[in-house]
């Protein structure tokens, strides 16, 4: 054996390092465990974060690269340790959230006899990855983790996942790093096509009310001074989806706000009165149509994309623009006519002013007894940095936080959008703040979900990650409850939480904590919070029945959003 | 609902006809057949998928399919954009031989390929249609056992798979 031979493990950490990973989150357990005994070697270099479950782990990594626009790692061990990073996989790729998973496998001798904690993780996790890989040689793994790093990251990104084979974590190799650039399967750029980019902007120059909607592609794409641009020039209203939210700054003056079941009056209502609808970056999800067959059916659709198969999937546009949308939105902004349109704008403000009234007011300056989630996010946004990262669970305090929640910055929104993973909130927390420790992270989650991954207090307290939790506490699980009262006859079933003292449970971590019950303490305890120097609990007992609202019904078309 | 063939075009990398058919199982999509074969450049595989469905449907399962890392183009074409063959193999006892027998192996054009003391084994190549054909008037003669292949198929279309593989 020649001297520059190195052992699988070891390669799987210097490749981890030569693709510039810095911080990756894991779990140990035998099939994995050379790689853990090879990151002994080199935590000058490669840090790693214990999280306390699989799970947690995956949601950090991706908590992590949706903040830092890098790829997320994690590493996990086979059998329980691959399944447990499913959910995960599944919501990074709903998301396209780059991230490359790295599982033990048993030895390549095992595989397939069933042995201990042998699980076909390649075959369980295909439909959830962008791609995936079994590595059976010490020879396949450097090229494995490059293509993997290559695919999470390009074109629309997603979550790939490398299995390794104990034998070659622990067989000798040689390591000679070389970057993926490319391969012939795999078409990465699409280059924009001039004459779609004319007929866009003929649509676009002829229009009465043109209306735009961005989502999270412009993010992905790194397009958010070209939409800001191609709106200025052009004065086409824009709205925002779940995950768009942060392209465009919220004072711009053409954001009129967000699309979707719990989005704004305006926006969702307007869609069905313009007459040439431009999606930027956006798969026209089914929380943002309502009813297909009733949703800007008299608009022409203009399709800003670069996945080609989202084109025509579920709205069928009058024009495709393939490609990034960095490239089409600047190409495009060239082309088209300075404009403004304030007929059009008054009537998105003249909703707006109803909603306002109607429902925004009593959620933000409420008058009655009991506390709103609406006036906790308020009083965040009056301290909060103004890049600041909300990272937010799955329920009625998400969808109140994103409406509320001043979003100035990209890359401060991190939810679980597509897959609507409770317990994702907590761990994502982590993640994103072990990118930046001097960034204000917000993690704003319900009595719910904390609970699906509490345990990961454990990992805030071992990193001192300081993260500002604000649990919303209503003792119900709080979305399935207003369905269950305005679809199921208010038949409460299995909905209603006896919950622990999280507080102590919080100080048990020794995390600080605080219990706010009534408004005359609230405003002091969000202060506290955003100044302390270190992780904090902040639990806000909430009005136990309140609803969210503007909505749109499931079946209902966009124009029947209601405020009540 | 019509029928249409798919043409995948890939690398061949373990897995990849996994990944292809959980698009269909997705969707709820039944794969009439289905055939699998290195093209003639090495390394890369020639998959044929026959399905019935709807032409906005076969457009969003081919773009999936060509969304795959490893699937380097996918195509679809309706039956009259391509030609295409498929084969059957008809099992006969021995005893069942007779003058009638001879007469519909000639009308069909088919071969005996095997003889055994017990059985002929008989080969016909063709359409779906042909070979079922001559599979209902063979119930009649104590068919044994019958198997048909998937379809294997050319496009007409002037497009040679080395352009797509760069």
């Known amino acids: ?564 | 609902m019509k029928r249409y063939t798919i043409f995948v075009i890939t690398e061949n990398f373990i897995g990849i006809l996994n990944r292809i058919t959980i698009i269909f199982t997705r969707r709820g999509i039944n794969i009439d057949a289905l055939t699998a074969s290195e093209s003639r450049l090495e390394g890369i595989h020639r998959i044929t998928i026959e399905v019935t469905a709807s032409e906005d449907t076969v457009i969003q399962l081919v773009n999936q399919i060509e969304k795959i890392i490893d699937v380097i183009k996918a195509f679809y074409h309706e039956d009259e954009s391509v030609v295409y063959q498929e084969i059957a193999l008809y099992k006969i006892p021995v005893s069942r031989l007779d003058g009638g027998l001879e007469k519909i192996i000639r009308q069909h054009n088919a071969k005996i390929i095997a003889a055994e003391p017990d059985f002929v084994v008989l080969e016909l190549t063709g359409h779906k249609e042909q070979t079922q054909e001559l599979l209902e008037i063979l119930k009649g003669y104590g068919l044994l056992e019958f198997a048909r292949s998937g379809r294997v198929a050319v496009a007409k279309r002037m497009l040679t798979i080395d352009s797509f593989v760069k």
């Open chain 1, 1 to 564: 054996m020649k001297d520059s031979m190195i052992r699988g493990a070891d390669i799987v950490v210097r490749s981890l390092i030569a693709e510039n990973a810095e911080i990756i989150f894991g779990y140990p357990g035998g099939a994995i465990m050379p790689v853990y005994d090879a990151l002994h070697d080199y935590h000058d270099q490669l840090r790693h974060v214990l999280t306390r479950h699989e799970q947690g782990a995956i949601h950090a990594a991706q908590g992590y690269a949706r903040v830092s626009g890098k790829v997320g790692v994690c590493i996990a061990t086979s059998g329980p340790g691959a399944t447990n990073l499913i959910t995960g996989l599944a919501d990074a790729q709903i998301d396209s959230t780059p991230l490359v998973c790295i599982t033990g496998q048993v030895a390549s001798h095992l595989l397939g006899t069933d042995a201990f904690q042998e699980t076909d993780v390649v075959g369980i996790s295909m439909p959830a990855t962008k791609w995936n890989i079994q590595v059976r040689r010490v020879e396949d793994i450097a090229p494995a983790i490059a293509k993997g790093f290559y695919i999470a990251k390009s074109g629309r990104p997603g979550p790939v996942l490398i299995d390794i084979t104990k034998d070659a974590q622990t067989n000798f190799g040689e390591f000679n790093y070389s970057k993926c650039l490319g391969f012939r399967s795999y078409r990465t750029h699409i280059p924009v096509e001039k004459s779609a980019i004319q007929e866009a902007a003929f649509l676009i120059n002829m229009a009465k009310r043109p209306y735009l909607l961005f989502g999270q592609g412009v993010v992905l794409g790194e397009a958010e001074e070209e939409l800001k641009a191609f709106l200025d020039k052009s004065g086409i209203p824009a709205a925002s989806t779940l995950l768009g939210s942060g392209a465009l700054s919220e004072d711009h003056p053409n954001y009129v706000g967000k699309l979707g079941m719990h989005g704004n009056y305006a926006p969702n209502l307007l869609t069905n009165q313009c007459d040439v609808l431009i999606a930027v970056g956006m798969r026209f999800d089914d929380r943002v149509t309502g009813d297909l067959k009733r949703y800007a059916k008299q608009a022409k659709v203009i399709h800003l994309e670069l996945d080609p198969a989202e084109i025509n999937k579920i709205v069928k546009c009058e024009v495709a623009v393939l490609g990034s949308c960095k490239d089409s939105l600047s190409l495009l902004a060239d082309a088209v006519n300075v404009n403004a349109y304030p007929d059009w704008m008054a009537k998105f403000q003249e909703l707006a002013d109803q909603e306002n009234a109607t429902v925004i007011q009593p959620d933000l300056k409420p008058t009655k007894a009991g506390l709103t989630m609406g006036e906790v996010i308020h009083q965040i946004n009056q301290y909060k940095a103004d890049d600041a990262i909300l990272v937010t669970d799955v329920g009625q305090h998400q969808m109140i936080a994103w409406r509320y929640f001043n979003y100035k910055k990209p890359r401060t929104q991190v939810t679980s959008g597509g897959l609507g993973t409770m317990g994702f909130a907590l761990p994502a927390a982590l993640g994103a703040q072990m990118y930046d420790f001097s960034r204000q992270v917000v993690c704003v989650v319900g009595d719910g979900g904390i609970q699906m991954t509490i345990q990961e207090l454990g990992t805030i307290m071992q990193t001192k990650a300081p993260v500002k939790i604000v649990l919303l506490n209503n003792n119900f699980l709080g979305m399935v409850r207003q369905w269950q009262q305005m679809f199921f006859d208010k038949r409460y079933s299995f909905t209603e939480l006896d919950n622990p003292d999280f507080v102590k449970i919080a100080e048990a971590y020794n995390i600080q904590a605080q219990k706010v019950t009534e408004r005359g303490d609230l405003q002091e305890a969000i202060e506290d919070m955003l100044i302390h120097d270190g992780p904090y609990f902040l639990e806000v007992v909430v009005e136990k029945e309140d609803n969210v609202f503007p909505m749109i019904a499931t079946g209902c078309s966009v124009e029947e959003v209601r405020l009540s």
